[in-house]
């Protein structure tokens, strides 16, 4: 027998109908000579009555478990008044069955099918296929659907060709590790897995196609967050002969469309762009969360005349004005000087404006026309707060962005559901690796340097600027990108800035090099992450996004469903000529 209609559909106008529903038993209320079942499926819930009218179909269903796969035969009824249910497209009627049959039996589910009581998360990941059968999850991963569907058709209308790239290839360096796959019929060789599809898209531009576009998985070796994963999902674009302007108005127009399509949210485009400068010196960090204010104030020159040690020793002195925050305890204020110390600040001065003037145990160390000054430039009034950072540029401006953000929320500043996109442009192309005590590329080393500044590469690389643009939402980076270097000599050039001796820039990257040789058009792209995207568009607490992955990894990169990584066997490992160093159960 097959199903005329599914769970979610019944309503009102088929009362009178013959129906047939399939779906898993998702409650059970058993009076003996009267049981209601909610039968449960994708689309829905509907409610099913068996009485003693129908004594085998009753007796079938006082068989039936939670979870169990049933079929069942009734006519649809209007509800008795007073117990619709107004929250359910199917709440006004229900189905008085006259046949029941089970399909599959389950066993006691490991975990409640049901959003108000979550399992701790190996116990999700383990019976993943239960947990994907909670209504909040099934809601995300049709939400993701959609999602997809619209940015295929937004691609497809502006021309953009889906174009597959390999899984196995060299290696695509973004900063990450590789994972390797050796190769049993060329031994002593490997494959990398993409950390994207960076190098082939380029050489698709190379091939003539003009606009490419892949929903590509990319697969990054690195410690895992809530917003990591080994694997994750972009959204890969690349064009030829793009301006930056271009691929502002492609990302602009893409975010609207998808987001009109998908919660008929309308976004005000263009996106606002914010030179990394200006983000530095009025958030403190390359991603602002633009839904509110706050924005932090640069005080080095005017605290350097106090005579505070800590302020005339710092490189970089910042202010947040807490707004109206001056009655915060000092319990509050320690979770503060906690929170800046994760970022590697030493202390936080603190200072509260009251009648003018600062109540502070370093007050005495500003005269009282530095406090005007101060007071002027933080815009700050009886009530407020100041909370100041010295250290050099990197730390002071890290603190002061993770406190700005703490406030915002706790504070309450903005609606959650708000969405505030931007465009960071004109980034450095190189930043300093303290630890390594080197220069790495701030994008990655295929990014165009300014025109203006090829001249600085080798002499001073701190000065060279980048075509390269983040898109950030809510204070997320969603998207990176940039106008790409599409001449050998210039990629020779930043290579050996980046320090890449030539015999190996040539033995990693000497297929592109080779590629330009053949004309390379000018071109550029971004790529957006589908994952952490549909995890804001959602509100995920944390922006959690294995909650928008049908089958993520938990914490230590595990997959505690099919029990990957596994040990291989000793066949395998002969055939690759492969011997793990370390033993592992
Ligand atoms: N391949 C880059 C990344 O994964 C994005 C891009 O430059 O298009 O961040």
Known sequence: MKRTHTCGQLAKKEIGKKVVLQGWVDTVRSYGELVFIDLRDRYGKTQLVFSNESKKALEVANQFRREYVVEIEGVVSAR???????????????????????????????????????????????????????PTMQHNIIFRHAVLQAIRRYMHDNKFLEIETPMLIRSTPEG????IVPSRVNPGKAYSLPQSPQLYKQILMVAGFDRYFQ??????????????????????????????????????????????????????????????????????????????????????????????????????????NAVGCGNFTKGDLAKLTDLAKVYKAKGLVTIKIAGGKMESNVAKYISDSLQKELIKKTNAKDGDLLLLVADNFKIT????????????????????????????????????????????????????????????LQTDKGKVHAQCYDMVLNGVEIASGSIRIHRADI???????????????EKKFGFLLEAFKYGAPPHGGFAPGIDRLIALMLGIPGGDIREVMAFPKNKSAECPMDGCPTVPDEKTLKELNMKFMVEKK
């Not at 049959?101 to 998360?121: G, H, K, M, Q």
């Not at 990591?228 to 890969?236: A, I, S, V």
């Not at 990629?491 to 820039?505: F, H, N, P, S, Y």
Request: aromatic residues 10%; proline residues 5%; negative net charge.
């Open 80 to 134: 008795k008044l007073g117990t619709e249910k107004k929250d359910w497209p199917t709440g006004e009627i229900e189905v008085v069955c006259e046949k029941a049959e089970i399909l599959n039996v389950a066993e006691v589910p490991p975990l409640e099918i049901d959003d108000r009581a979550l399992a701790n998360e190996d116990v999700r990941l383990k019976y993943r296929y239960l947990d994907l059968r909670r």
């Open 215 to 320: 929903i590509a998985r990319c697969l990054r070796d690195e410690d895992l967050r809530a917003d990591r994963q080994p694997e994750f999902t972009q959204l890969d674009v690349e064009m030829s002969f793009p301006s930056e302007e271009d691929i502002y108005n492609l990302g602009d127009g893409l975010m609207k469309y998808v987001f009109h399509e998908t919660m008929g949210t309308d976004l005000k485009i263009p996106f606002p762009r914010i030179t990394y400068a200006e983000s530095m010196e009025k958030f403190g960090c390359d991603k602002p969360d633009l839904r509110f204010g706050l924005e932090l104030a640069e005080v080095t020159d005017l605290l350097k005349k106090s005579d505070f040690e800590v302020f005339k020793n710092a490189s970089t002195i910042k202010c947040l």
């Open 397 to 456: 401006n890290a603190a002061l962005a993770a406190l700005r953000n703490d406030l915002g929320k706790r504070l309450n500043l903005y609606d959650p559901k708000d969405f505030k996109f931007c465009w960071i442009v004109d980034f450095p192309l190189f930043e300093w690796n303290e630890d390594e005590e080197k220069w790495d590329a701030a994008h990655h080393m295929f990014t165009m340097p300014k025109k203006e500044h090829l001249k600085y």
């Open 176 to 179: 990450a590790r590789d994972y």
């Open 491 to 505: 990629q020779e050039q930043v290579m050996k800035a980046l320090g890449i001796e030539k015999a190996d820039a």
